[in-house]
Structures are given as structure tokens and as C-alpha cells.
């Protein structure tokens, strides 16, 4: 029996059961063994539909050369390039933007701009906004 056809037949056993932690140990530490097809069947198989620790560690293995590399770029954009991409919404980047216009913002770099923007964003920036701007004059 392969590696793909005991993760299948594991999968299918605890469909109706719910995993149990060592067999679900084992199986993933299978997945090493299986070639980029044979993940790709597993992440569609209706066994595994409902296995999201399997199917989580599946992604990462067929995208681990994709993975990191969005943060990466997003870290190093100028920051009206990154402004730009927070304001498109449809680029899906807005939370990872959210995030890194923050920490600049916590830094010290680029301050006006980013005070700027998030005045302009939705609430909840508007209130983290006014809260950091709140710490920084206490701290005055």
C-alpha cells in the first residue's frame, strides 16, 4: 500500500469518526513522500473535505514556495505604493497592507501619511488611530 493510498484510506476511516491526533500525525508526515499530483487529488477528495488540519498542512506543502513571499513584497513597497494597495480593495492585500502601514506607523516611519489614510479608512482604524496618537502625547 502507498503512502497516498493510506492517507486515503485514513481519511475515508475517520470521515465518520473524527481524526485521531497520532493517526493524524502519521498521515502528515506522509505527505512529504507524495508527489504534487497526488496532494492536489487529496485536497479535492471528498474524504478529506472535512479534515482541516490534513488539508492545511496539504496547502502548505504545494504552495510553501509562494507562502511568505506576499509579506515580503508588501514589507518593502515604498509607502505610496503601499497606500495604493490598501486603498484597492480588490487587490487582497488590504489586511496584509492594514497591518504593515501600522507597524511603520508604530516606528515612527512615515507618520503623516499613514495618520492620513487611516483617518480616511473605516472605524476601527480611525480608533487605533486615535489611540496611538493618544499614547504618543502622554508620552510627550
Do not use: P
Not at 40 to 60: P, Q
Request: proline content about 0%.
Amino acid at each position: 500500500m502507498t503512502d497516498y493510498e493510506y492517507i486515503l484510506q485514513q481519511a475515508k476511516k475517520f470521515h465518520f469518526t473524527g481524526w485521531n491526533d497520532e493517526e493524524l500525525r502519521k498521515c502528515v508526515d506522509m505527505l512529504s513522500n507524495l508527489s504534487r499530483q497526488e496532494l492536489i487529488t487529496l485536497t479535492l477528495n471528498k474524504w478529506t473535505k472535512e479534515a482541516k488540519v490534513l488539508r492545511e498542512c496539504i496547502f502548505n506543502f504545494l504552495y510553501k514556495d509562494k507562502i511568505g513571499k506576499r509579506e515580503e513584497r508588501i514589507k518593502n513597497l515604498e509607502i505610496n505604493a503601499l497606500i495604493a494597495e490598501f486603498q484597492d480593495k480588490s487587490s487582497g492585500n488590504v489586511a496584509l497592507c492594514r497591518v504593515e502601514l501600522k507597524e511603520r506607523y508604530k516606528a515612527g516611519r512615515d507618520v503623516e501619511e499613514i495618520a492620513e489614510i487611516l483617518a480616511k479608512s473605516n472605524k476601527s482604524d480611525q480608533a487605533w488611530l486615535e489611540k496611538q496618537q493618544k499614547k504618543n502625547k502622554e508620552g510627550e
